[in-house]
């Protein structure tokens, strides 16, 4: 059973709801691979398709919430490099889904101050999606607020892979040193060199693995899986995996 988020006005101040959650102590940094679209779907009779509309409609949520509770980051997992491989008609609706969610909600990011950023390859996006995704980027450049990162074509292993390119090409340059290669030099040339690592990754629908997802910045991050499918996630799901998170004792490898 879904648990019910006693809100009812979509742009609402977020009001303490989970007992025990600190909300000045929240992460600032989460990621989310939005998981078992499909599977709802099918559970339900309908085509898979009709299990991203529904995880759409749950993106808006969780970025409302995000934002009411002032975290400075939310990378979302949207499609994958990997993901090119799904049947056409399912490939089309995917890249069709950030422009529709942009149509009808750009106005409500615009007002709450979050800025719309993306990680990936955004050059081999169809003309469509990047003609609404760069809209939204562009006019949201100046925002302070909520980072709402759309990982959208995204591979982590093509991602470092490409890293390493530039940095053989600054060293063959001229214009870095080996020994100058450090773990901040290879953080500088990925995607997310503007951001600060994840602190939580939440993965819904049962499944336990990363999925070519941020293999280099997770590496210190507080994992929290569900078993409930996207679709049904919701604003008390997001709030109680940020509770577990605040139990956690995060040593990055001390005592
Ligand atoms: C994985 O579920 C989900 C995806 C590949 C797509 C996720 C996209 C959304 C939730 C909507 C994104 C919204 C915007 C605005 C970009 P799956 O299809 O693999 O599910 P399954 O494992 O049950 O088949």
């Given at each position: ?194 951001l600060k690592e994840p602190d939580l990754l939440i993965r819904t629908s ?50």
């Open positions: 059973m879904p648990i019910k988020f006693p809100f009812t006005k979509s742009k609402s101040k977020p009001e303490p709801q989970t007992p025990g959650l600190d909300y000045k102590q929240l992460p600032r940094h989460v990621a989310i691979i939005m998981d078992g679209n499909g599977r709802w779907a099918k559970n339900k009779g309908l085509p898979r398709i009709a299990g991203h509309k529904e995880g759409m409609n749950v993106v808006k949520k969780v970025v409302r919430h995000a934002s009411n509770l002032g975290i400075d980051v939310l990378t979302l997992y949207a499609f994958s490099t990997e993901n090119w491989k799904r049947p056409k008609t399912e490939v089309e609706f995917l890249m069709k889904l950030p422009m529709e969610f942009l149509n009808t909600y750009l106005p409500e990011l615009i007002e709450k101050n979050v800025r719309v950023e993306t990680i990936g390859d955004f050059e081999r996006l169809p003309e469509h999606t990047k003609t609404a995704v760069q809209e939204a980027k562009d006019r949201t450049k100046n925002n302070t607020g909520l980072i709402l990162n759309f990982a959208l074509n995204y591979g982590s292993r093509y991602e470092m892979v490409e890293a390493v390119k530039v940095v053989a090409d600054e060293v063959k340059q001229g214009n870095l040193d080996v020994d100058e290669i450090d773990e901040g030099c290879i953080s500088r040339h990925l995607y997310t060199a503007d049962g499944e336990q693995r990363l999925s070519n997802f941020l293999l280099w910045q997770l590496a210190y991050s507080e994992f929290w899986f569900t078993d409930v499918y996207w679709p049904d996630f919701n604003e008390a799901y997001f709030e109680k995996a940020l509770y577990d998170y605040q139990n956690r004792k995060r040593r990055y490898g001390g005592v």
